[in-house]
Each structure stands twice: as structure tokens, then as C-alpha cells.
């Protein structure tokens, strides 16, 4: 059993910064890519950053120079640095993980809960 358990949101005045962390846990083989989408009231999910194994990075263009996602494959984890944090940024963030079990082929998608994000003074 593989599972994605997100920390770190929260409260947020506009300007401001937190960092989202997301651990993958269970009989993993590898992890491919991982990545951070967000849902915001009213909205469809949309992909905010995506980090591949290799290390490769990309950003939805809304947040470039602003976030930072990075992994520790160490640790099956990935983070989302956010800074100069707006209100356009409420919603909330799921994180995103392309994993092999162990045994199992071929690889599967796996969604943690959502942890929520919100941008208000």
C-alpha cells in the first residue's frame, strides 16, 4: 500500500511564504515523477509544478519565480517553496506522485489528501 501524506499549509498574509511538504510511504519500488497540482473554489484542478526523477523542474506560468519544487529521493519526498505569496494562490494543494510498488507493474498514480493554502490579510 502506497500513500501521500501532505503537510504545511495554512494561513498566509499576501507577500508572504510557506513550504509544502509531501512524503510518499509503503512498498515503493521507485517514484518517477511528482509534482503539486491545486484546486481552487469553483475551479478545475490545474498543475502547478512538476518534478521528474532525473530533476528536470517546470512551472505553471502564474507561479514562475515564485515557487520552487524540489525532491529529496532519499526520503520519497517532495516540497513546494512558495514565496511572494497572492490571494490568487488560495486553493487547495494535492500532491501528485507517478510510483512503481513493490511487484507490481506497471507504474500508478497515487494523490495525497490535499492540504489547504490560503492568501489573506
Known amino acids: 500500500q502506497v500513500q501521500l501524506v501532505e503537510s504545511g499549509g495554512g494561513l498566509v498574509q499576501p507577500g508572504g511564504s510557506l513550504r509544502l511538504s509531501c512524503v510518499a510511504s509503503?512498498?515503493?519500488?521507485?517514484?518517477?515523477?511528482m509534482a503539486w497540482y491545486r484546486q481552487a473554489p469553483g475551479k478545475q484542478r490545474e498543475l502547478v509544478a512538476v518534478?521528474?526523477?532525473?530533476?528536470?523542474?517546470n512551472y505553471a506560468d502564474s507561479v514562475k519565480g515564485r515557487f520552487t519544487i524540489s525532491r529529496d529521493n532519499a526520503k520519497n519526498t517532495v516540497y513546494l517553496q512558495m514565496h511572494s505569496l497572492e490571494p490568487e494562490d488560495t486553493a487547495v494543494y494535492y500532491c501528485?506522485?507517478?510510483?512503481?510498488?513493490?511487484?507490481?507493474?506497471?507504474?500508478?498514480?497515487?494523490w495525497g489528501q490535499g492540504t489547504q493554502v490560503s492568501v489573506s490579510s
Open positions: 509503503g512498498t515503493i519500488s521507485s517514484i518517477n515523477t
Open positions: 501528485y506522485a507517478n510510483i512503481r510498488a513493490v511487484g507490481t507493474q506497471p507504474n500508478s498514480v497515487y
Open positions: 518534478a521528474t526523477s532525473s530533476g528536470s523542474t
